[in-house]
């Protein structure tokens, strides 16, 4: 009979296990204000916008929408990694930079991770702003 309580503590630390591998995943909602004062370099134009996203570091799945106003955009795109100030190459170019833009894509492990440290942004170029018009670091809400 001394194995039952071997066996039920056997059980139980699976259990647990089980659990704590599914707690790791997570649900992150994470927000960007795009300004010219961001953008490098800075700029004092009108235009502004937000990006909304919501990750699922399980499926490594990026939801977005991103909106802005103000300017005529030729691309939008996720920059990175690079901290706030600091320029990264593009990683995520948008089919479309018609405003709002939306959609999913499936991120790396290194990207997924790079997003929830705050070094990917979103950048808005346009005609007059080759090098981005507006910008902002993605953070979490």
């Keep these: 009979m001394p194995k039952k309580p071997s066996l ?3 059980i139980a630390g699976l259990s647990l296990a089980a659990t704590m591998g599914g707690a790791q995943a997570e ?6 204000y795009l300004t ?3 953008a490098i370099p800075p700029n004092d134009g009108n235009a502004f916008g937000e ?4 990750y699922d ?3 490594r799945r ?3 929408l991103v909106t802005y106003d103000g300017l005529s955009a030729a691309q ?4 990175g990694p690079a901290e706030a100030g600091q320029n990264g190459p593009v990683l995520i170019p948008f089919p479309t930079p018609d405003s709002p833009v939306s959609g999913a894509i499936i991120l790396s492990r290194a990207q997924g991770a790079e997003l929830l440290e705050g070094k990917l942004y979103v950048d808005v170029h346009s005609e007059g702003y080759a090098k981005g018009e507006i910008r902002g670091q993605i953070e979490r809400q």
Excluded: C, K, N
Aim: glycine fraction near 8%; proline fraction near 0%; avoid cysteine.
């Design 8 to 10: 039920i503590w056997a």
């Design 27 to 32: 649900t992150t909602a994470l927000v960007a």
């Design 36 to 38: 010219g004062r961001a």
């Design 51 to 54: 990006g909304q996203f919501t």
């Design 57 to 59: 570091s399980d499926t």
């Design 62 to 64: 990026l939801d977005y």
């Design 76 to 79: 939008v795109e996720i920059h």
